[in-house]
């Protein structure tokens, strides 16, 4: 039988998202790609150091068990096969089973998300996000430098979404930015009981959701809604979620409040905002990305 991805949830990564390698980086923005992969060669024995989504491709990976395999991690990468040789070694090194993988040697490698059915993509390069998200594929800019996921919980995979624009359409993001808050909170008030549309990250969250429903006794998935929204407009966010039968473990509402201490306090794995500002305060704390989509984040 033919190996098949389309029953599994999975997760396309750069090398740099998911291993450490800003160093090498310097390098590789020089322009000289035979430096970088005579670097990279040197330093084959050498494993690279967790990145910014380590956290995150180790803890659902674990979801894989003798009975299934529900997990697919694929490296899909601006490097050259032969720098893609340490990034094999350094999964190794780490125990992660991650078997495949697409070196591009700087070409735009989000064009082979489609035939991996690719339910995330995260990536250092904006141009690529912007792509794959253009292409119907949920996909988020990564934080390098941004704090490292907690390893208080080891056998939960945390995530946190915003909510307008990311798990959301930006409906109604466009008439807070067009006509002010007030305006928002009408609009959202009078449409209460109409669901929002999709947003880019609904079919992450509806993967994730199949995932927890699989389960396994080693692992589980939490998740949280992190919005600025308030009272009134929290309802429809919340009605929304109900209509398409999927439940968030926690919701913020916070009404505009800075959400980088709030998601410190909940220590996701990782968490997805359309708003550059809210990334940033975010990356203090937590791992984070930038979703480049919408009124705002695109």
Known sequence: MMPALQDRLVVAISSR????????????????????????????????????????????????????????????????????????????HYGLPILRGVFTRGAPPWRYLRPLR???????????????????????????????????????????????????????????????????????????????????FKPLLQALHRLQQEGTEAMRIRTALVTARSAPAHERAIRTLMDWRIEVDEALFLGGLPKGEFLREFEPDFFFDDQTRHVASAAEHVPAGHVAAGVVGG
């Open 17 to 92: 998202a998911l291993f450490d390698f800003e160093a090498e980086n310097r390098v590789f923005e020089q322009g000289d790609d035979r430096a970088y992969m005579q670097l990279q060669l040197q330093r084959l024995d050498e494993p690279a150091g967790p990145g910014v989504a380590f956290s995150l491709v180790h803890k659902l990976l674990r979801f894989n068990d003798a009975q299934a395999q529900r997990v697919e991690v694929v490296i899909l990468s601006r490097n050259d096969p032969v720098s893609g040789l340490r990034v094999f070694r350094s999964a190794a």
């Open 118 to 200: 690719a339910n995330l993509f995260l990536s250092a390069n904006l141009d690529d996000v912007r792509a794959a998200l253009q292409a119907g594929f949920p996909a988020a800019q990564v934080y390098p430098h941004a704090q490292r996921a907690s390893d208080a919980h080891p056998h939960e995979v945390r995530i946190a979404f915003d909510g307008d624009a990311v798990l959301f359409s930006d409906e109604a993001e466009r008439v807070f930015q067009a006509e002010g808050l007030d305006a928002f909170q009408a609009h959202e008030a009078s449409k209460v009981t109409q669901p929002l549309p999709g947003g880019p």
